[in-house]
C-alpha cells in the first residue's frame, strides 16, 4: 500500500475477500471480524476495513464487532433514536425448543427483525400440538401482532388441525423449517424450510463417491426432519446402485446410560452381520455416540465405520471430526423474517411463497477413506 492506496495486487487481493465476505453474509445472515480474520489469514484492521467499504456502498450493515446482511426492505425511512429505524411490525415467534439447532435460527430471525424494523417476539414452547397452540394464542392475545413466525408439528390428525387452524387466521403466517402437507391443500401459509429430501441425496452421493456399497440409516425417532431426510436417501441409493442393510429410528439421548450402550451395541452388531460400512445418522448428538461407542470397542474410525452426521452442531468437535450436513440456519431465521414483511409489505396480491433452501455437506475425517483404492 503507497500512500494509503492499494496497489494493484493488493487491490485484487481486496476484492477477492470482500466477495467471500458477501457470501459468507449469503450464507449465514451475519458475520464477527474475528472469525473472518482468522479463516482469512489476515488482520482484524483489514476485515473492519472491508466491512466498512461494503458499508458504505449498501452491501451490508455493520453491527458491533461485526456486519449483517442489509435489510430489503425501504430504507427511506428516516431513522429514529440512537440511530435505528422505527418499528414497522410486530411479529411473534414460536419455536419448540430453545436449544439445539433453534438458537441458530432465532438468531438470524434477530438479525434481520433489528435491520428491517421489526419487533420479533420470542416464545419457546415444546414438541407438543397442545403447548405450541398455547403459546400461538398467548401472542395472539397480546393484540397489534402483524405476524407470525412458526414451527409448528405437521404430522397426524392434531398435526393437520394446528395447520388448518394456522393457515385460517387473520395475520401472516409463516413455518420456519417446516411444510404442510400438499393434500391438505391449504393455500395462505408460507414457510421457509431446508431441502432435507436433498440433504438424504446428497449423503448417498458423498458415500457412493467414496466406494460404499451397504449402507445404513439411523434418524431421531419422531423428527419431522427424518421422513424427508428418509424419503431423499432411499431415493438416492435406488439411483446410485447402493444397497440398503439398515433403517432405525432411535432416541438415544433420551435413553439412560446402560441401555443406550446395548442399542447401540446391537446397531453395530448389525452393521458387522450386515457388512455396512457407512451410516448416515441424524442427529449430531446420536452420530457422536454411535462413534464413540465404536471406537470404545475397538473399531477403526473410518476403516471400519465411515458416517455423515445431520445437523452439524457438534460434529465438527467428535474424534475423529464427523463429516456433516449442515442445515443453513441462520438464514433459514432471516428469510422467514423477511418472508413475513414482505408478505406485510405486499398485502394479498403478493403470490403465496415457500421457500426450500439447500444444505451443505461438509467433510471431514469420518468419510476421509476411499474404498475404491
Not at 494493484?8 to 475477500?17: D, E, I, L, Q
Not at 433514536?81 to 438470524?108: E, H, K
Not at 428418509?230 to 446410560?257: C, F, H, M
Request: charged share 25%; aromatic share 4%; glycine share 8%.
Amino acid at each position: 500500500m503507497v500512500g494509503g492506496v492499494e496497489e494493484p495486487t493488493g487491490a485484487r487481493f481486496a476484492v477477492s475477500r470482500r466477495e467471500r465476505i458477501l457470501d459468507e453474509l449469503r450464507y449465514a445472515g451475519s458475520v464477527r471480524v474475528a472469525d473472518l480474520a482468522r479463516r482469512f489469514g489476515v488482520a482484524e484492521l483489514t476485515i473492519r476495513r472491508d466491512i466498512g467499504y461494503l458499508a458504505d456502498r449498501g452491501l451490508l450493515t455493520r453491527v458491533h464487532g461485526g456486519a449483517t446482511l442489509r435489510s430489503r426492505l425501504d430504507t427511506s425511512v428516516p431513522l429514529g433514536v440512537g440511530g435505528r429505524r422505527p418499528t414497522l411490525f410486530r411479529v411473534g415467534m414460536v419455536v419448540p425448543s430453545l436449544t439445539y439447532y433453534w438458537p441458530q435460527i432465532v438468531i438470524g430471525a434477530r438479525a434481520a427483525a433489528t435491520d428491517a424494523g421489526v419487533q420479533l417476539i420470542l416464545r419457546g414452547a415444546s414438541y407438543s400440538v397442545h403447548d405450541q397452540r398455547r403459546q400461538i394464542s398467548s401472542l395472539l392475545d397480546m393484540g397489534d401482532l402483524h405476524g407470525l413466525i412458526v414451527a409448528p408439528e405437521t404430522l397426524g390428525a392434531d398435526g393437520a388441525a394446528l395447520l388448518h387452524w394456522l393457515d385460517a387466521l387473520p395475520i401472516p403466517v409463516v413455518l420456519a423449517e417446516r411444510s404442510a402437507p400438499s393434500h391438505l391443500a391449504l393455500t395462505r401459509l408460507e414457510w421457509v424450510t431446508t431441502d432435507h429430501d436433498f440433504g438424504g441425496s446428497l449423503a448417498a452421493a458423498h458415500l457412493s463417491a467414496r466406494g460404499h456399497v451397504r449402507v445404513g440409516f439411523v434418524t431421531s425417532a419422531g423428527s419431522p426432519t427424518s421422513p424427508p431426510l428418509r424419503r431423499g436417501w432411499r431415493r438416492a441409493i435406488e439411483n446410485d446402485g447402493l444397497v440398503p442393510t439398515i433403517d432405525r429410528d432411535l432416541s438415544l439421548d433420551e435413553l439412560d446410560a446402560a441401555t443406550r450402550e446395548s442399542v447401540v451395541a446391537d446397531l453395530l452388531a448389525e452393521c458387522r452381520r450386515s457388512r455396512t460400512t457407512a451410516l448416515l445418522v441424524h442427529s449430531d448428538p446420536q452420530a457422536v455416540l454411535v462413534q464413540q461407542q465404536a471406537r470404545d470397542l475397538g473399531w477403526s474410525m473410518p476403516d471400519d465405520l465411515a458416517i455423515i452426521a445431520y445437523d452439524d452442531e457438534v460434529a465438527a468437535s467428535a474424534e475423529p471430526a464427523i463429516t456433516a450436513l449442515r442445515p443453513p440456519k441462520q438464514h433459514i431465521g432471516r428469510l422467514a423474517v423477511e418472508a413475513v414483511t414482505a408478505r406485510l409489505a405486499g398485502g394479498a396480491a403478493r403470490p403465496v411463497q415457500r421457500t426450500h433452501v439447500l444444505p451443505s455437506l461438509h467433510a471431514r475425517d469420518s468419510t476421509a477413506v476411499d474404498l475404491r483404492r
